[in-house]
């Protein structure tokens, strides 16, 4: 055993001791130890993570799903990996996530940690940890109240990864923000070669549409969503940087899934969307950058299982669930692009809560754009939440048939209305806190085994 402090084993026993209790008494609480373990011994996330290869993973949109398919790939490959699966993403909760995992009498070795990391949080991190990479994700404006625009956003990020100039950055080379940083970082990035669809112009509530460098309005040779995708200035020649890993060719898209070419590997997605290539490409770089062959790659991105919120398949009785996390415009929106791509009937509940983790100002849903899902199929449209009363105003606007509307705060009601109802799909759209209570709901009634 590697010699510690008695403030450090105090510092773990205390932490181990809150988690047991955490989870069978509380049936919940992943950042808690980690703040009891900070109490006793403020420097602990270096004694505890030491001997691990650390993957960092922050931005806006995708941290867990894409955190998720790295480990997968990694532990397919034959690594240790360890990971905070459940989204604990703070200081706290990622100390508490080392210790979980730490044993007194064995020391860690050619073992990686993949690490979600909320973007605020970096620098508490790097203040103790030096990645082998950081990757960025993207930056979308999301909870306003506490993070602010997108460069202050990138800002909060950059004051971590200042402190760790020998971490290699991995960066979406789309994300017109994430281009010429400045850093002493060795960096390489990933996007897309080819379009999704044929647009090439922001929408007119998309971030950051003007050029970092000398303020003028990007053109683009193609957009993906929102601002990211082939961008270019035309007053000062700012453009995106050369693609390490590519999306060189998009064969199919489905409700289910993305077929994708990405460099030379045909890959299969097991998750819909745009923003799942995204993240599929990111976890690809990541794994080639560690060396991990393309077979393992492919063979783990097409198992890749959808959990906590992200896409996660249920089932409650005769009906299938999907759940899907939004919390921003440029997320919403993207989860509104899957919904179109069903052709048959469907049905889809809107949950929207206003709690802190959620962002206290809600007025952000007046910037999706519900219109483009007015003309579908769906036949019930439940409406939940703490404030269920906007969301269905701005569906109304939106010009969604106001007949069809279920509006339910109690999840009893609420999933009795859904159970007998006529289709047997639904997708549940659902804010951060709104998706961790109903799904605490739906494991209390069994509907879901693993709540964590």
């Not at 105090?10 to 932490?15: G, K, M, R, T, Y």
């Not at 509940?349 to 802190?356: G, T």
């Not at 910037?367 to 769906?378: G, M, R």
């Not at 109802?421 to 709104?434: D, E, P």
Request: with cysteine; hydrophobic share 35%.
């Amino acid at each position: 055993m590697t010699k510690i402090s008695i403030k450090s084993i105090l510092s773990i026993l205390f932490a181990k001791i809150t988690e047991f209790l955490s989870k069978h008494i509380l049936k919940g609480g992943s950042n808690f130890p980690g703040k009891v373990a900070l109490k006793v011994d403020k420097t602990i996330l270096k004694v505890v993570s030491a001997g691990y290869k650390v993957i960092l993973v922050t931005g806006t949109n995708g941290k867990t799903t894409t955190t998720s398919m790295i480990s997968n790939i990694l532990k397919e490959k034959g690594f240790n990996v360890i990971t905070n699966n459940t989204g604990a993403n703070l200081y706290p909760g990622i100390t508490a996530c080392f210790i979980s995992n730490y044993k007194f009498l064995k020391k860690t070795q050619d073992s990686y940690a993949v690490i979600e990391v909320d973007e605020a949080n970096v620098k508490f991190i790097t203040e103790y940890i030096t990645p082998e990479i950081i990757t960025i994700t993207n930056l979308f404006r999301d909870q306003l109240d506490r993070y602010g625009e997108v460069y202050t956003t990138l800002n909060k990020i950059l004051e971590g990864i200042v402190k760790v100039p020998t971490s290699k950055l991995i960066l979406n080379g789309d994300e017109s923000l994430l281009g010429k940083l400045n850093l002493d970082n060795p960096v390489s990035y990933y996007g897309f070669n080819v379009p999704i669809t044929e647009n090439s112009s922001v929408d007119l509530n998309a971030d950051s549409k003007f050029c970092k460098i000398c303020k003028a309005r990007y053109s683009y040779n193609f957009v993906t969503y929102n601002h990211l995708g082939d961008f270019y200035c035309s007053e000062c020649g700012y453009k995106r940087p050369e693609l390490s890993y590519a999306v060189n060719k998009i064969f199919d898209l489905t409700p289910e899934s993305s077929s994708v070419l990405i460099n030379n590997t045909e890959v299969l997605v097991s998750q819909s969307g745009a923003y799942n290539i995204y993240n599929a490409l990111c976890a690809y770089a990541i794994s080639k950058e560690l060396g991990v062959e393309d077979k393992i790659i492919k063979n783990s991105l097409q198992n890749q299982s959808s959990s906590f919120g992200r896409q996660e398949q249920i089932q409650i009785e005769n009906k299938r669930i999907q759940i899907i996390l939004v919390k921003n415009p440029a997320g919403y929106n993207q989860a509104l692009d899957t919904l179109c791509l069903n052709k048959n009937e469907f049905s889809a509940a809107f949950l929207l809560n206003d709690n802190y983790a959620d962002g206290r100002d809600v007025s952000w849903i007046w910037d999706v754009d519900f219109e483009k899902i007015s003309s579908l199929p769906i036949q019930s449209i439940f409406v939940s939440g703490i404030r269920m009363y906007d969301m269905a105003v701005r569906l109304k606007i939106a010009g969604l048939d106001k007949n069809k509307f279920i509006l339910e705060e109690d999840y009893d009601k609420l999933t009795e209305q859904i159970k007998n109802s006529s289709c047997s799909k639904l997708y549940i759209l659902a804010t951060y806190t709104a998706m961790i209570n109903y799904r605490k709901y739906l494991h209390s009634k069994g509907y879901i085994d693993k709540l964590w």
